[in-house]
């Protein structure tokens, strides 16, 4: 099985401030992506990465797999309070013919204004 | 309207007792998944279904069956729930655009087992 470890497992930051949180594994992926999950909600996908060394930006997130294809980042800049909430990567996995999505435990972002 | 519906979207129950949650989905997706989510443990995957006739067991399965009805219906059900099935579940559906496999997420159910 194919394990994330995402780090920090907690973050609470003043609104404004910049962050990076990250996504590691020792097995190389094909793909990583992001979720990203509100309290009281389902986790909703902010971005797939698929090419080692891509970089992705949302507004004022920005994803970064790395060369290797064994970690990812996450960098936010200027954080705000409606970025607080649990940040999850995934990556596929396969045993036999069934793909799935193996999460990490997320990174629990906590944005006080 | 939602394209996964979970329901219930909170549960009481005891020990003991059977319960069934409920998945429904409007995506026209054949994927449908069940979760398990905890505090420090993250999402943990306990049945996946890749069409209506395709059940698979997912990492932590014991204590729990699922029928899929229908390509739009997948539901869970812990025979005789105990307590340390209190959690977070949630549904979730797929496709692979291009291969590249996206997750669609219900609101989840809070199920707290006495």
């Known amino acids: 099985t194919q394990l994330l470890e995402q780090s920090p497992q907690f973050l609470s930051i003043q609104e404004g401030e910049n962050l990076t949180v990250y996504c590691n594994s020792s097995s190389v992926f094909s793909s990583l992506q992001w979720y990203r999950q509100e309290p009281g909600e389902g986790p909703v996908l902010l971005v797939t990465v698929v090419t080692g060394g891509e970089v992705k930006k949302l507004k004022r997130l920005t994803f970064q797999f790395g060369d290797a294809r064994k970690d990812s980042s996450l960098h936010i800049t200027a954080a705000q309070p409606g970025d607080t909430g649990l940040y999850l990567c995934a990556g596929p996995s396969e045993e036999g013919s069934n793909y799935k999505l193996t999460f990490g435990k997320g990174t629990l972002l906590t944005v006080n204004p | 309207d939602a394209d996964v519906t979970q329901t219930p979207r909170n549960r009481i129950t005891k020990t003991g007792k059977r319960i069934m949650l409920e998945c429904s989905q409007t995506k026209g997706h054949d994927r449908m998944y069940w979760y398990r989510q905890d505090p420090g443990l993250g999402l943990r995957l306990i049945y996946y279904?890749?069409?209506?006739?395709?059940?698979n067991k997912g990492e932590i399965s014991d204590g729990y069956s699922v029928s899929r009805q229908a390509q739009a219906k997948f539901s869970l059900s812990l025979e005789s729930a105990i307590p340390n099935q209190t959690a977070l579940y949630f549904c979730?559906?797929?496709?692979?655009?291009?291969?590249?496999?996206?997750?669609?997420f219900g609101p989840g159910t809070r199920l707290l087992v006495l």
């Open positions: 279904s890749f069409d209506v006739k395709d059940i």
């Open positions: 979730a559906t797929s496709d692979l655009p291009g291969g590249t496999e996206t997750q669609y």
